[in-house]
């Protein structure tokens, strides 16, 4: 290799890789995508190496391109930590975070404010988006290129964990439990002490067509109640609507164990009966590789783990 590596060029080459597109990429460094294409070509040159595979929808990396992308990412990184220690201010980060409406509504947000206290200079932006749900685990609803299309930063997800091209760590394991009111156990002169009594109450059915999503047939299977007939339903497409039905008295609701904790903990919800049903899927935080090196991302990720082991 001769001479030196114009910056302009390794700035290209990381925005392009984190893209996916020169065209994106073109969008953030404000050059024309040809620019992009050009600086690409030259540092591919100098550095006697193809550094992307050029498709026709997009980029990705080869594999010299992803040997060098994180200590690239890390030095820009320091270049940039360096640059606002000389400003003498400190540098505001902006986080993009995907997860269902339920997730967000009901464990995100009441936790939120903790890690707000933690990392001020942390702006989130949450998008909560029941358009991508894991419906079948053959064809997984999301991967690197779909976090890239739509400028994610970490997605939280119930799921298999079966996400193509992506960095995944599974945070929480769940359990279907059933709840009702305070006031239904109190108001109502049909008792529910034992599972049989359910026949005798509405039931609320979380209807949304997610992967694993916890079923009345199957619980009664798990406690050994295969002939139980209950003929009060109400069905919903969401189980924010679920819970907020069964928190208004209207029968009692199966759902997600994390999902209800804090509903439960105000004694807007009690537990009926001692009768988890484990569930398979379970809760991950998806990002894309090389993602660690981002401080935000980082922060964020550890953030949640710790959530998940002391709080969940």
């Not at 030196?4 to 700035?11: D, E, I, K, R, T």
């Not at 065209?23 to 992307?52: N, Y």
């Not at 990412?73 to 400003?87: C, H, P, R, T, Y």
Request: aromatic share 8%; hydrophobic share 40%; charged share 20%.
């Amino acid at each position: 290799m001769a001479g030196h590596v114009p910056f302009n060029a390794l700035h290209a080459y990381v925005v392009a890789a984190r893209q996916g597109s020169f065209s994106k990429a073109a969008d953030e460094l404000h050059v024309t995508p040809a620019a992009v294409s050009q600086q690409i070509r030259t540092l591919e040159d100098l550095l006697g190496v193809q550094l992307f595979h050029r498709l026709h929808r997009g980029l990705t990396l080869t594999e010299a391109g992803e040997a060098g992308l994180v200590k690239m990412q890390e030095g820009f990184q320091s270049l940039n930590d360096a640059v606002q220690q000389i400003k003498g201010g400190e540098e505001k980060h902006e986080l993009s975070i995907w997860t269902s409406p339920s997730f967000a509504s009901k464990w995100l947000m009441p936790r939120m404010y903790r890690f707000r206290e933690a990392h001020p200079d942390i702006d989130l932006r949450i998008s909560g988006s029941a358009s991508l749900i894991d419906s079948d685990t053959t064809a997984p609803s999301l991967s690197a290129d779909t976090l890239k299309e739509h400028n994610i930063d970490i997605a939280i997800r119930f799921g298999s964990g079966n996400y193509p091209g992506c960095v995944v760590d599974r945070i929480m394991e769940v359990d279907a439990i059933t709840l009702c009111s305070p006031a239904l156990l109190e108001s109502s002169d049909k008792p529910l002490k034992e599972p049989a009594d359910l026949q005798h109450h509405t039931l609320l059915h979380d209807d949304s067509p997610y992967e694993g999503r916890p079923q009345w047939k199957s619980w009664f299977k798990n406690a050994g109640l295969d002939d139980v007939v209950c003929h009060s339903n109400l069905y919903f497409n969401s189980v924010l609507l679920a819970l907020s039905a069964a928190i208004e008295g209207q029968g009692v609701v199966l759902t997600l164990d994390k999902l209800s904790q804090n509903d439960i903990e105000k004694g807007h919800l009690v537990r009926l009966f001692d009768l988890p049903m484990e569930v398979d899927h379970g809760y991950h935080l998806v990002s894309l590789e090389g993602a660690q090196s981002d401080a935000a991302v980082s922060a964020f990720k550890q953030w949640v783990k710790t959530e998940t082991a002391t709080n969940s």
